[in-house]
């Protein structure tokens, strides 16, 4: 999938585990674990938001987009 998640960067960056995250933006840490690990399929806005919001970043730098060759 073009789609790349950098979910784990920025959490490392911000030192925070993703249990915290989880409990944070009040979401499952096994939901925020198949988002980490880009098995997801799909993202609300809300938990966008709520996770920039968390970690002080933009969408750009949790989501970015590669060219498959």
Request: aromatic share 2%.
């Amino acid at each position: 999938m073009p789609i790349i998640v950098n979910l784990d960067v920025m959490m490392a960056k911000r030192k925070i585990s993703l249990g915290e995250l989880a409990e944070r933006i009040d979401l499952t840490p096994a939901n925020l674990s198949i988002l980490k690990t880009g098995k997801a399929k799909a993202i609300r806005f809300s938990t966008l938001e709520a996770i920039c919001k968390e970690l002080d970043c933009q969408p750009g730098d949790i989501l970015e987009y590669r060219v498959e060759d």
